[in-house]
């Protein structure tokens, strides 16, 4: 079981990056509580992840650089907790609106708020 976390935003494609780092200061305009969490993810963790049934994909967006994941902050630490899920709405929209993402919080089959990835072009259905 690995369970480190990269956060790096460099490991990410520079579309990507970019896009991060301006939702992010979309994000700390409105003061949403709001953090970067993961960004590349290797095939372990993901393994690991897809095991416990956390992420429904053998092979994963983060493994390519090609998403990242925000959770919020409180004064606890970092929280999945739905009741902060008003937070991920804000920062969701943004992403598909101003940024056009794909933001996991749309997506029936795996309810995902915290997963943001690039759009391709190709249809794929792995993330
Ligand atoms: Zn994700």
């Known amino acids: 079981m690995n369970e480190e976390v990269c956060r790096d935003p460099e490991k990410l494609v520079p ?10 200061m ?13 960004t ?3 095939e372990e963790r ?12 053998q092979h994963s967006k983060h493994q390519d650089g090609l998403a990242f994941d925000l959770v919020v902050m409180d004064p606890t630490g970092w929280t999945w907790s739905p009741e902060y899920d008003k937070f991920l709405d804000i ?25 943001f990835e690039l759009r391709l072009i190709k249809t ?4």
């Open 26 to 38: 979309d994000i700390a305009k409105l003061q949403l509580p709001i953090f970067l969490f993961e």
């Open 91 to 115: 920062a969701g929209l943004i992403a598909i609106g101003k940024y056009n993402l794909n933001w996991g919080g749309n997506w029936e089959h795996f309810h995902d708020p915290n997963h």
């Open 15 to 24: 579309e990507l990056k970019q896009k991060l780092k301006e939702l992010m």
């Open 46 to 57: 993901q393994k690991d992840l897809f095991e416990r049934g956390v992420s429904h994909a």
């Open 124 to 127: 794929d259905s792995s993330h």
């Open 40 to 42: 590349l993810r290797t």
